[in-house]
């Protein structure tokens, strides 16, 4: 049998920027500002490794679909040793139910070891290699690297330049470690790293009060949902000891069981709430509604994280999770059923809250911010949906043009708009200035919106199918008034920032900055990224006006636009229906998981038809054209929405987030809040006061007859008595009282010795 | 099962620490003998745990070490207080409650 090194090796990818994070957290001073070399190194490294799994895992998939060994030895070695009877059903479940794209099986690639035992529980640690990690890896490796080259630049001159590498590090190690986890208790592990490694980049500059609060709330509010996560892999434990006899956390375990469950038509309550459970954890990560308010906040850290948080590491975390452990939505939720379900419902309201906010911000990264959101939601939707593959291959597609759109805005900021973000007063015309950059922008803009042949129309094309081919016929529909809502908003974006007059021009380079920092304070319609300290050492910055940013920023950013178009190509029904070359539908053979029937569901790839690809191009041409007239062409005048009532009333519900902000500060702490405080003054005042005051006045009649009585004639001579007998007594022992610590130590220590001895004696 | 080993090493552990405690002319490493007592006392718990084949005494040991780290945070404090008032960290000259 055959080694495959890279991915038998895979839990280096995670070490390797692991290790980097110490180095430079313990050496980074001594180094300077080469310490982000050692990040990138680092990161240089895990992506070359990351590529090495990519291309033996295809080369594990075609040997053991030209029946190079059913079952992969390999694999199957390990699966035995780990749990008996489940490997040989996967096996017939794959013979038996073979239509086509099921019909082999490619195990996945499991090592692990020993991470602690007690009582004759055993909890291993390893890795578990399979077609959507290997793709994680590539794509978390790829953005990392990418953001982390681009930062050296655009963090040159930082106050925590070292410290701000240190934690890109770990947040790509953590992330990379979530990724290969082979239990679900090491992905819990990895998931708070991530969570961790957010916090400390969201609150980067965490001088400015706006920017700790936005980090706080990220970190609290994805806390609301680890609560289901940890309950969730709690759970995951009991199903497969529901199953087997013997409960475990290892994921492959973790998917039969909750198949090979639902079969037996048991335990339906079990899986319905881990899969909710798990399905809180993914709406706090993945910024799903109603959680999804951190997500825009968490723009106060510095753009590159931004990039990496929403394309790569933090959001998709969630996503990854869902499709990890998807046997549990899938018979829990009975996704295969139609209709409508709990997960597919959480990301349609998503996919739709989402980019209804992305119209009303006037900061170019919260529009982003937001359309990660929607696009989060289509994701989910398409887990929701079944449409396993496409939601993922949308996750795939989503990291390489959301990564090229939030770097882009990062360009604009940094090079055109003195590190504003604030579309409607700083920026517009930029197209002028800076061409290469409104060039890469309108491309990963054109993917967002799914125009054709970029990357983004055939993932969000292949989930609008799926959902159809599955009886979601709602779905399909809400997902198609996404589209043209994310091609409207997008075109008022790229108006405001690229198109008309530059509305920069501030003629003192100080004063600008310092009004910002005053905006910032009072609300979150300025985001901003401070960089102040770093922009007086900038000598380019002293020309005032807006340029072209230099390599370091602009070399990603041709190659995430080169990966918005083509990264597309390799799961495109359309093309192959015309060209009917392998290379368009590789992706659902390399990444979907071929571990037959019943470690997985059997996922279902429609049959193209020209219908879903007319009606979506359609929505985006909808959206476009509407924007257009609405906001360029003012075709219904300058304030529309200042005099039509219901569209002014809709304006200002959006501007005010849906009063979800409202909702969780006021209302559910407030209300929490005030009738507590309330219940206790009240009892105060009525229930104590009165207790109080009446048992005051008893107690000052009773006092005056003891007084009297009592006290003066009988306590009085028992007391004087009393000391001055105990006077005499205090003088005698006062000799033992020497004052010197250890004395009594060694006093303690002979009395204790002898009650030992008395106790050892009696016994 | 090495019982007596364990407990032989706990016993001279636990000697060195009273030991210090008794002798030692700082503050501080008096309260650095009460840890070594405090560690004695754990390798106890572990190793009866491991032999009684219990895990009771790996989670009296965790308690122990918890609490521990607390005491030693407010002997810290103390003994800080106490050369702030005093200039001095030696034992012998807190002796204000002399009879």
């Known amino acids: 049998m055959k080694h495959y090194w890279f991915l038998d090796n895979a839990w280096l990818i995670p070490l390797i920027p692991a290790i980097s994070y110490f180095v430079i957290l313990l050496f980074g001073k001594r180094f300077g500002e080469r310490a982000a070399w050692i990040g990138l190194a680092s990161i240089g490294s895990a992506w070359v490794l990351a590529c090495g799994t990519v291309v033996q895992w295809i080369s594990h998939v075609n040997a053991s679909e030209h029946g190079g060994e059913p079952g992969g030895e390999h694999g199957a070695v390990e699966t035995i040793r780990a749990f008996g009877r489940s490997i040989k059903l996967a096996a017939e479940g794959a013979s038996a139910g073979g239509e086509g794209h099921a019909s082999f099986v490619a195990n996945p690639i499991i090592h692990s070891t020993t991470w602690f035992q007690n009582n004759g529980f055993k909890l291993d640690v390893g890795i578990h290699i399979d077609g959507l990690a290997v793709m994680m890896l590539f794509v978390v490796t790829t953005i990392s690297l990418l953001v982390h080259f681009y930062s050296t630049e655009y963090l040159k001159g930082d106050r925590r330049f070292n410290h701000y590498f240190a934690a890109l590090s770990l947040f790509s190690a ?41 980090a706080l709330k990220a970190f609290l509010t994805t806390r609301t949902g680890d609560i289901g996560l940890l309950a969730g892999v709690i759970m995951t434990f009991f199903v497969v000891q529901r199953y087997t006899g013997t409960g475990s956390f290892d994921i492959t375990q973790v998917n039969q069981a909750a198949i090979g469950l639902s079969l037996d038509g048991n335990s339906k309550s079990l899986l319905f709430w881990c899969a909710a459970a798990l399905l809180l954890a993914i709406i706090g990560k993945s910024g799903q509604f109603p959680l999804h308010t951190w997500l825009p906040d968490a723009m106060a850290g510095p753009t590159p994280v931004s ?32 209709g409508i379900n709990l997960m597919a419902a959480v990301g349609g309201a998503t996919l739709l809250v989402g980019a209804g906010l992305a119209f009303v911000q006037n900061d170019i990264k919260k529009v982003l911010a937001y359309s990660t ?85 055939f993932s969000k094309d292949e989930i609008l199918a799926t959902a ?39 003629a003192d380079h100080g004063d600008a900055h310092d009004s910002h920092a005053a905006h910032t304070a009072d ?12 922009s007086n050492d900038h000598g380019h910055d002293a020309n005032g006006g807006p340029h072209e940013s230099n390599f370091p920023i602009l070399g990603p950013l041709y190659f995430l636009s080169f990966m918005s178009i083509f990264a597309g190509w390799i799961f495109a029904p359309m093309l192959h229906h015309i060209f009917h070359w392998e290379i368009f539908e590789k992706f659902p053979l390399w990444v979907d998981p071929h571990v037959g029937s019943r470690g997985f569901p059997i996922l279902e790839h429609p049959e193209f ?15 476009v054209t509407l924007a257009y007239l609405f906001y360029w062409r003012k075709a219904y005048g300058q304030n529309i929405t200042e005099r039509n009532g219901a569209l002014g009333a809709g304006k200002k519900l959006l501007v005010n987030k849906y009063y979800l902000d409202v909702l969780y500060t006021d209302v559910i702490v407030g209300a929490t809040k005030g009738p507590i405080a309330q219940a206790a003054y009240w009892v105060n005042q009525n229930v104590i006061d009165n207790v109080l005051r009446y048992t005051g006045k008893g107690a000052a009649g009773a006092a005056k007859f003891v007084y009297k009585y009592i006290d003066q004639k009988g306590v009085d001579g028992i007391y004087n008595g009393s000391a001055a007998g105990t006077s005499a007594l205090g003088g ?32 | 099962m090495m019982l007596n080993q364990f407990l032989l090493l706990s016993a001279f552990l636990f000697g060195t620490g009273i030991y210090g405690v008794i002798t030692r002319k700082h503050t501080v490493l008096v309260l650095a003998s009460i840890e070594l ?39 810290l404090a103390i003994v800080l207080l106490i050369y702030r008032n005093l200039r001095s960290a030696n034992p012998d000259d807190v002796n204000v409650l002399k009879g």
Request: proline content about 2%; some cysteine; overall charge neutral.
């Open chain 1, 523 to 534: 609300g979150d319609d300025h985001g901003h990224d401070h960089g102040h300290a770093a």
């Open chain 1, 307 to 338: 990039a990496l948080i929403h394309a790569a590491t933090m959001v998709v975390a969630g996503v990854y999770l869902g499709a990890r452990v998807y046997p549990i939505f899938h018979e829990g939720l009975n996704i295969g059923d139609g």
């Open chain 2, 37 to 75: 007592m405090l560690v004695a006392v754990n390798i106890n718990l572990v190793a009866f745990g491991a032999t009684l084949n219990n895990a009771v005494g790996q989670v009296f040991a965790l308690f122990v070490l918890a609490i521990a780290a607390a005491e030693v945070g407010v002997g």
């Open chain 1, 609 to 623: 038809a020209w219908i879903d690809p007319i009606l979506a191009t359609a929505a985006g041409v909808v959206g």
């Open chain 1, 174 to 214: 953590s992330m990379l470690f979530l990724v290969v986890a082979s239990n679900t208790l090491q992905l819990l592990v990895g998931w708070e790293l991530v969570g961790l490694c957010s916090f400390m980049l969201i609150g980067h500059w965490w001088e400015e009060k706006p920017n700790s609060n936005a």
């Open chain 1, 732 to 763: 005698l022992s006062s000799k033992l009282q020497t004052g010197r610590l250890q004395y009594y130590a060694l006093l303690v220590l002979f009395l204790l010795s002898a009650v030992a001895f008395a106790v050892v004696i009696t016994n």
């Open chain 1, 373 to 457: 959101i929607s696009q989060l939601g289509y994701m989910v939707m398409g887990l929701g949906v079944g449409a396993w593959s496409a939601a993922i291959f949308h996750l795939f597609t989503h990291a390489f043009f959301k990564a090229n759109l939030f770097l882009g805005a990062g360009s604009v900021s940094h090079s055109g708009a003195h590190h504003s973000f604030d579309m409607k007063n700083d920026m517009g015309g930029l197209r002028k200035f800076m061409p290469k950059t409104f060039a890469t922008f309108m491309i990963g803009t054109a993917a967002l919106i799914g125009v054709p042949l970029t990357a983004g129309f």
């Open chain 1, 468 to 506: 159809s081919a599955n009886e979601y016929t709602f779905f399909k529909y809400v997902g198609l008034l996404g589209a043209v809502m994310t091609a409207a908003y997008m075109t008022r974006c790229v108006y405001l920032t690229f198109f008309g007059e530059y509305r920069g021009g501030h």
